[in-house]
């Protein structure tokens, strides 16, 4: 396995524009989520798909947030007119649906988002 | 999903063996037990999971009691490197969904 890859590592934006991050998972790993980690806090939940479909939403995932997984394949978060308060690093990990054991998610390096 | 507990902080020596212990009283029966690490500016990295009794890698042991409501997560003479955040996670067997993380335990391992 490659490992979950995200890009961009860092994002600096100012207050209102629009912003958009990519996650490409573990290959053959159907399952990907999104979480948002601000300083000195453990990662929250924001959404998580099964191939295509967006199983969950958090309601930290406000509508200028949306997210996308099209083929099932990388998944796309974008965050319409940012806030000072999206800043945060945005985490993306991905698993494989097993019969026979727990669902261990891999995460990647995550993105920096920088709010100015 | 079950709320897990541990300590905020921990400090050790290099060499030194260090346990982490993880309170999760309302496990389910189809709970599994997860340990993350975590360095700054990094994604949390998988260590090691869990159902019962004991689990050893290359990394670490996993400690269950039969009762299952909590977990240690040991470390084998830490060294520096081994500074980092770990986080304790309860989730449903093979099913997909969030991990709720808590703060974690801050390892901090002095020379």
């Known amino acids: 396995d490659t490992g979950v890859s995200q890009n961009p590592r860092h994002k600096i934006t100012k207050r209102g524009q629009n912003v958009t991050f990519r996650c490409d998972p573990i290959s053959e790993h159907n399952r990907l989520y999104w979480y948002r980690q601000t300083l000195g806090q453990g990662p929250e939940f924001l959404t998580y798909?099964?191939?295509?479909?967006?199983?969950?939403k958090s309601r930290l995932l406000s509508d200028r947030f949306s997210a996308e997984r099209p083929k099932g394949s990388f998944s796309t978060l974008e965050i319409q007119r940012t806030e000072q308060g999206d800043s945060a690093m945005y985490l993306c990990?991905?698993?494989?649906?097993?019969?026979?054991?727990?669902?261990?998610?891999?995460f990647g390096p995550g993105t920096r988002l920088t709010v100015l | 999903l079950a709320k897990t507990t541990q300590p905020i902080s921990m400090d050790s020596y290099e060499g030194q063996e260090v346990n982490i212990t993880c309170s999760h009283n309302n496990i389910a029966t189809n709970d599994y037990i997860t340990w993350y690490q975590q360095f700054p500016s990094q994604g949390p990295r998988f260590i090691i999971q869990g159902y019962k009794t004991k689990v050893t890698n290359e990394v670490a042991s996993l400690f269950i009691p039969a009762d299952r409501k909590s977990s240690t997560l040991s470390l084998p003479r830490v060294s520096l490197s081994d500074t980092a955040v770990y986080y304790c996670l309860v989730g449903r067997y093979n099913q997909g969904g969030k991990l709720i993380f808590g703060q974690g335990t801050e390892l901090s391992v002095k020379p």
């Open positions: 798909f099964q191939n295509e479909a967006q199983l969950e």
């Open positions: 990990a991905s698993s494989r649906q097993t019969a026979t054991r727990g669902d261990t998610q891999y």
